[in-house]
């Protein structure tokens, strides 16, 4: 098992396994069957008030990590978090999302909590 992030305007590879997009947003200009997305749980997106905190640059990358995963306690993305959980423990999962540095989104704190 594995689980990676990439973007989702990257090609599909094969060694992608289930793809999950984790943005709240469809991504622009993407048609849907070019992004191969075999899971949409919206419920694992930040708020959009942390969203739009993180992007005006009030905060650390650190600071925005801490509050998402308290967003993620909440039941209804504790649910949906197991759910790719279970899709991890039957193969590999590609986290895609929209954000030009992903090494700098809200899909890398959901890898680091899907691998540990």
Known sequence: MSVRVRRV???P???DG???LVDRLWPRGLAKDAA?????????????E???WYH????????FAERYQAELASDEA???LD?????????DVTLLTASKTPEQSHATVLARLLEG
Request: proline share 9%; no cysteine; hydrophobic share 30%.
């Open 13 to 15: 590879e094969p060694e």
């Open 50 to 52: 942390l969203r739009r």
């Open 9 to 11: 305007y990257d090609p």
């Open 18 to 20: 289930a793809r999950v």
């Open 56 to 63: 005006a640059g009030e905060g650390s990358y650190e600071e």
């Open 78 to 80: 504790s649910a949906a």
């Open 36 to 48: 191969r997305v075999d899971e949409w749980p919206k419920a694992l997106t930040p708020s959009t």
């Open 83 to 91: 759910g790719v959980r279970e899709l991890a423990r039957e193969g």
